[in-house]
């Protein structure tokens, strides 16, 4: 089959909707893994350049058929079910022995002709079966465990290496990448990112699970963060987000700064004309409905103060109008308050709000002019009928 043959014949594949047992299992991405063709490795590195959200899970299903090894000659049928049962018996025992952080210990069977480290990859059903099992009890060797609770390997899903990070612990973990940006990784999360950023115009990092970021800033070179189907791109600032696998949403929460969040294909509420995503400011979280693909901007539970310690946060009013309240809250603390200038012209507050929580001074001063307000898309929409 000719170059033009072999590219065509693998993009008719969608392998955006592919886990990871889809790729182990997968005839061209075995030979892509194992024989490292130049035709193979133009694909790979297109397709990964226009997907960079699977990463990770390229990189572990690289893992694991590199781990496998897989064999070439025909095995009988009688041998396959040897071999899957003496695997479960290898799993069950295996699942009873647990290491001192709490993962499980994968125990491998001894060296065959027809064994690799305990599995051997069969034509269809068996092979799948080996696959998937392995995958269930995350029996995915590391390379080096440099302390308690912190695991890392070196990967290498396209022309540049990773280093993944994981947290098996039950605390934050806190680290910080080769530009001095500094991650809090939450417990059940990994992270991965290049050894140096220095070849590639932006700083990407892939994450699943949730972390906490505090970016150093570099306008000139872009710092990303790929989080399942989402991207999201900052300069400065610090922020969260929280994706695991299992989730059916995705959030990122803006802490101080602004960050711009896209996603890989089009999503209902961000326009095609608008290619640099939905824009989070601080108080801000940004919700991703994974199932219906659907952005939901929200404020955060506790919205904070976004000016300096310097500026007079006192807030304490006599007889104010209540624009300029409004005005100064919004202000304050980032978020934006619509309400309607001429209807509320004649109101006035009289209030010591210094030690309030945001939400309470809303209720406090909602109250004293005989308003209510909604949560609208990030928003507080004062609804009035206005002051005599």
């Not at 802490?255 to 326009?271: A, D, I, L, W, Y």
Request: hydrophobic content about 40%; overall charge negative; proline content about 6%.
């Amino acid at each position: 089959m000719t170059e033009q043959g072999v590219l065509l014949y693998i993009s008719m594949k969608d392998f955006r909707l592919y886990d990871i047992a889809d790729f182990v299992m997968d005839e061209d991405f075995i030979r892509w893994v194992q024989r490292k063709d130049p035709i193979d490795n133009l694909f790979w590195e297109n397709w990964l350049e226009q997907n960079p959200s699977r990463h990770l899970i390229i990189a572990e299903a690289r893992q694991i058929v590199e781990f496998i090894q897989l064999e070439q000659q025909p095995i009988p049928a009688a041998d396959v079910q040897v071999e899957i049962a003496q695997l479960l018996t290898t799993i069950h025992q295996s699942k009873k022995k647990a290491e001192p952080d709490g993962r499980t210990e994968m125990r491998l069977l001894p060296a065959s002709p027809r064994r690799r480290f305990g599995l051997v990859i069969l034509a269809g059903a068996a092979a799948a079966a080996a696959v998937i099992i392995l995958l269930m009890v995350n029996g995915i060797p590391r390379v080096t465990r440099p302390n308690k609770g912190l695991t890392a390997m070196t990967l290498a899903p396209s022309a540049s290496s990773l280093i993944e990070k994981d947290n098996p612990s039950d605390k934050p973990l806190s680290f910080s990448l080769p530009d001095g940006t500094a991650i809090s990784l939450s417990p059940g999360s990994r992270i991965s990112y290049p050894n140096k950023f220095a070849t590639s115009a932006t700083r990407d990092v892939y994450l699943s699970g949730e972390a906490y970021f505090a970016i150093a800033k570099n306008p000139a070179k872009p710092f990303r963060v790929l989080t399942g189907e989402l991207i999201t791109r900052v300069l400065g600032t610090t922020f969260c987000i929280r994706g695991f696998e299992k989730d059916t949403v995705i959030r990122v929460t803006v802490h101080t700064g602004k960050v711009s969040v896209s996603t890989q294909s089009p999503v209902e509420g961000v326009p095609e004309s608008s290619p640099d995503g939905l824009i989070v400011s601080p108080n801000q979280q940004l919700v991703y409905h994974r199932e219906v693909k659907k952005f939901q901007k929200i404020l955060v539970e506790k919205p904070s103060f976004v000016v300096p310690d310097t500026v007079d946060h006192s807030m304490v009013y006599e007889d104010t109008p209540v624009e300029k309240v409004f005005e100064q809250m919004g202000r304050y603390y980032g978020i934006n308050i619509v309400f309607d200038n001429e209807l509320l012209s004649k109101c006035t507050v009289t209030a010591d709000l210094a030690n309030e929580p945001f939400y309470h001074k809303l209720d406090l001063i909602c109250k004293a002019i005989g308003a209510n307000y909604e949560i609208v898309d990030a928003q507080v929409v004062i609804q009035s009928n206005g002051c005599q």
